[in-house]
């Protein structure tokens, strides 16, 4: 696509409760990543895509959160047991040539639990 | 690890002035530096970047950086302010620690443009 489209804009969900965030990068790029911005924060990495494997996850802040990217294109971040302090916007970007020149980001998932 | 510092939390500025919004780096090697803008309920734009060559900078809508070593510095620019440029404004660094790839962000600079 034209840009990085990011489903749903925005997500409502209860303590404890599963989601996924979905991320379609633009077409081509081979490198994906996940970030997390909090209310009046610098995006914070999450992961790094290269390919269909995770080439960097150290950002990812517990075993709550997960990340996969089966074909290569669209990503899908999974939270198990979300808890209130999950409650962030959710960025995904892509780019070409490993990111040398930047990325594209999207208009981010805005995850709120309650 | 890689770094940068935004020193100011807001910068106000009337339409027609100059801008300056400041970025400061730490870094290991050869800086790769990024300037992005928020509107807000959007996505990162990108504006500029910085890898080698010229120290100035030109980036979109009118702005520019200038990369300065000495002062491990990446401060942007515009000659002059329009009220559309008010946005949050984040500097960024590109991190290879750890055979990662990632941009590190700063923690944003809001701006103001004011008639």
């Known amino acids: 696509g034209a840009g990085v489209s990011q489903t749903p804009s925005n997500k409502v969900t209860e303590k404890g409760k599963y989601v996924e965030l979905r991320c379609d990068p633009i077409s081509g790029h081979t490198a994906l990543y996940w970030y997390r911005q909090s209310l009046g924060q610098g995006p914070e990495f999450l992961i790094y895509?290269?390919?269909?494997?995770?080439?960097?996850d150290s950002g990812l802040p517990n075993d709550r959160f997960f990340a996969v990217r089966p074909e290569g294109s669209v990503s899908t971040l999974k939270i198990q047991r979300t808890e209130r302090g999950d409650s962030a916007v959710y960025l995904c970007?892509?780019?070409?040539?490993?990111?040398?020149?930047?990325?594209?980001f999207g208009s981010g998932t805005r995850l709120t639990v309650v | 690890a890689q770094s940068v510092a935004q020193p100011e939390d807001q910068v106000n500025v009337a339409e027609g002035n100059p801008l300056t919004v400041k970025c400061t780096y730490s870094?290991?090697?050869?800086?790769?530096l990024f300037w992005y803008v928020q509107y807000p309920n959007r996505g990162l734009q990108f504006l500029l970047k910085y890898i080698t060559g010229d120290n100035l900078v030109k980036g979109s809508y009118g702005f520019e950086a200038e990369f300065n070593k000495s002062q491990t510095s990446f401060h942007l620019k515009k000659p002059s302010a329009l009220v559309s440029d008010s946005a949050l404004y984040f500097c960024?660094?590109?991190?290879?620690?750890?055979?990662?790839?990632?941009?590190?962000f700063g923690t944003g600079t809001q701006l103001k443009v004011e008639l």
């Open positions: 970007a892509s780019s070409s040539q490993g990111g040398v020149y930047g990325y594209t």
């Open positions: 895509f290269q390919g269909t494997g995770a080439a960097d």
């Open positions: 870094v290991s090697g050869n800086p790769y």
């Open positions: 960024a660094v590109r991190d290879f620690t750890g055979g990662g790839n990632k941009l590190t």
